[in-house]
């Protein structure tokens, strides 16, 4: 299996199934979970409430899913892989949500290309990467995945 080289600009035709690409890592903060707060509106008790989240499962604050799964676009932007000729985001499937994210925790993404697909009407064409949110255990605590629309290099 090859790597995809972690530089910016990739295009369409630069995808491959099979390529796999790791991100640096990033430390979930408290700030990062009263950020995400505030500008979702999510102020459920498991995320804001340290009192509130002791009684619960998991015995302490966690991170909102969605704050993960957009941490993880970032870091995975931050590869260079899904740089400045991505069109468009187009979907997330089959996305699971897998262990909690604690604050403190590091993740990572891992990404490998599963499907290319020539769209021409579109000037590029479809990628899907399946993703692995993982923490610093390398315990997965989300997954699914992800398809992008990517320009051609004629373009």
Known sequence: MSSLPLNTGLFFEDFQPGQKAVSAGRTITDHDIATFAGLSGDFNQIHTDAEFARS???????????LGLSIASG??????VLGANVIAFREVGEWK???PIFIGDTVHV???ITETKALPRLGGGSVTLRI????QSNQTTMKGLWTVLVKNRSL
């Open 75 to 80: 870091l995975a932007v931050q590869t260079g």
């Open 110 to 112: 891992e990404m490998e």
């Open 97 to 99: 949500f897998v262990k």
């Open 132 to 135: 692995l949110v993982n923490n």
């Open 56 to 66: 619960t499962p998991f015995g302490q604050r966690i991170a909102h899913g969605l």
